[in-house]
């Protein structure tokens, strides 16, 4: 068999170790023959719902059973599969369905007590491309319950799954991740099955997934870590998904322990919520294997901790660079880094995927110059849905240009620097906010600091440091003034320092750094 679908992983790991378990959510223990006879029922149920190859299903839920089930049935017929947060807000859900027009709509009876279920039926009367919504979880007596339709008789309908199995190829998109849309809409970024399990082949070497593996997964399922780096990559080693639906520390740390995880990938900002927990020094870490962080930079403090766990339970550390439109990490850590290149660096571009930093003019530049990421490989996005103009902008000779800036050494490490968006000029010198955050971050009083240009009568633009402090730890602007001083070039200290208990994250854990311009009224709300 040509291992190019997603669903040929579960039938494979099906009949090669039917009891093992495949799925868990909370006291559910799904196997991997109930998981597979699961997509099955799944699948059959989507052809009864008339969905043809290239429609899309959406998902209005986090972390569970039914997110790779649907997914991965999905996969098996043909259809585009849409994750989307239960998080989003009425006017972020309309506009993402709007532009998607899913067939079929699975949605949580509720999450964090807020009603779900009265968004679907509105939604149902707004498009009409939206055949039916499904609940998933309480059942609810307007809606038909997704387990139970599932759980139907369909065995007539098995030629007809049959015939639709034999047409899907590995170049139709599967996957549709929407954007977070920091400099405007968010843009649907489409994935092939091929892109996606081309992906996780390379992962899968670096990431030690096998068929021991336990990973935890509690990012969004609209993220690309839920729905590939992490879940599709467990279902390709043949390891075991434990779901959570939301990040919690303390949980999280609990369900480190209780499951043996064995492959911990979180953003830096879990792990640093986590260590300010008292069950951080409390937990048993020893089934780990790897120990993973992506989306920035690990701080000393961070770093230094991770190290004593995995010096303890022999855990390798790992970092890299990717994007939703790489189908996730491109540029992995070396086994045998230092903690020097583990802080500084994204990891160094690994095969089949190639890298080059390019000018204004994409022309590439000599090493150790900052400019633009270009990354090319078997898992660049097929395109951006509905949008043919944003997909030419991006995409050239086969090459993704990714709007981030940074630089790569003769050694192939890349060192971010930012966003392009987010450069710039004070008294016509370049000026990338990444380093002086992560200068910033040296400081053992800050936990995160976001820094950004604003307007300047005499300089045009100015620094403006926000600046989130590690709980119990005190400081002052001038404090901070003195230490970039002593790290940085002059033009690039920042001039002001707004420093705060808390700073406004998305997601993904990074700095909403779009929220606090709109505070700054240099955006429009």
Not at 82 to 89: I, Q, R
Not at 493 to 502: N, T
Request: charged content about 25%; aromatic content about 10%.
């Amino acid at each position: 068999m040509n291992m190019k679908l997603l669903w040929h992983y579960v039938e494979k790991w099906a009949t090669e170790q039917p009891d093992a378990e495949a799925l868990v959510y909370d006291d559910r223990r799904i196997t991997w023959r109930e998981f597979n006879d699961l997509v099955n029922q799944a699948a059959k149920a989507f052809l009864s719902y008339g969905i043809e190859r290239g429609d899309r299903i959406g998902m209005v839920a986090m972390g569970c059973p039914e997110f790779m089930i649907s997914f991965m049935a999905a996969s098996k017929i043909g259809a585009i599969w849409l994750g989307l947060s239960p998080k989003f807000t009425p006017d972020e859900l309309r506009y993402i369905l709007g532009h998607s027009e899913p067939t079929l709509l699975l949605t949580l009876r509720s999450y964090l007590d807020v009603d779900l279920v009265e968004a679907g039926l509105t939604f149902k009367k707004e498009y009409p491309t939206l055949e039916e919504v499904l609940v998933i979880g309480e059942p609810h007596e307007m809606l038909p319950d997704f387990n139970e339709v599932i759980s139907r008789d369909w065995s007539h309908l098995d030629a007809a799954l049959e015939e639709r199995v034999a047409q899907v190829d590995p170049e139709d998109e599967v996957l549709l991740m929407y954007t977070s849309g920091s400099t405007g809409r968010p843009k649907g970024v489409l994935q092939t099955q091929r892109a996606i399990v081309e992906n996780i082949e390379v992962e899968a070497k670096y990431f030690y997934l096998h068929n021991k593996s336990r990973v935890l997964l509690h990012f969004p399922i609209n993220h690309v870590a839920a729905d590939v780096e992490i879940g599709f990559g467990a279902i390709f080693g043949g390891g075991c998904i434990v779901f959570r639906d939301r990040f919690d520390p303390v949980d999280s740390l609990e369900t480190i322990e209780k499951e043996k995880i064995t492959m911990l990938g979180q953003v830096p900002v879990m792990y640093l919520m986590q260590m300010q927990t008292p069950q951080f020094k409390t937990t048993d870490w020893s089934s780990l294997e790897l120990i993973a962080w992506g989306g920035a930079n690990a701080s000393p403090i961070l770093l230094n901790a991770l190290k004593a766990i995995a010096d303890a339970s022999g855990a390798k550390l790992m970092t890299g660079y990717g994007s939703t439109e790489m189908c996730g990490f491109c540029t992995y850590s070396m086994a045998d880094d230092s903690m020097e290149l583990l802080a500084t660096a994204a990891g160094k571009v690994v095969p089949p995927f190639e890298m080059k930093i390019v000018d204004a003019n994409r022309e590439e530049v000599p090493y150790g110059t900052i400019g633009e990421i270009a990354m090319k490989g078997p898992s660049t996005l097929k395109g951006y849905l509905n949008n043919p103009t944003a997909t030419r902008e991006v995409l050239q000779d086969g090459w993704y240009y990714t709007s981030d800036l940074g630089s790569m050494n003769e050694e192939g490490y890349l060192f971010i620097s930012g966003r392009a968006s987010e450069m710039f000029k004070t008294g016509g010198e370049n000026v990338f906010p990444r380093e002086i955050e992560e200068k910033l971050e040296q400081h053992p009083a800050v936990l995160f600091a976001a820094v950004m240009g604003i307007p300047d009568d005499l300089y045009q633009e100015v620094g403006q440091a926000f600046i989130m402090l590690t709980p119990g730890q005190t400081t002052t602007a001038e404090e901070l003034r003195t230490h970039c001083k002593d790290r940085l070039a002059n033009f690039k200290v920042p001039k002001v320092y707004d420093i705060r208990p808390l700073l406004p994250l998305l997601p993904n854990g990074k700095v909403n750094k779009m929220a606090l311009k709109k505070e700054l009224g240099l955006v429009k709300s």
